[in-house]
């Protein structure tokens, strides 16, 4: 009977290892993503801010241009 609750023993640490060791992978891979996660976010704040920044200059092209040329001849 000893045998038995030896065996049943080291049936449970390693399956309680083997869980440490997935929750382990699964912390290590939630921080990986949670990094590429802020990246992205932040590569789409800078590429809000750009399309804002061109968005503006476009317009400004925009009004420029229609109030530098003459009005076209009616013949």
Sequence with gaps: ????????????????????????????????????????????DTLDRQIARLREEFQKLGDQRDSQEPPPPHY
């Design 1 to 44: 009977m000893e045998f038995l609750m030896s065996d049943e023993f080291s049936d449970e640490a390693s399956r309680l290892v083997a869980l440490e060791t997935a929750v382990a992978h699964q912390d290590r891979m939630v921080a990986e993503l949670n990094d590429v996660i802020a990246l992205q976010w932040r590569r789409i």
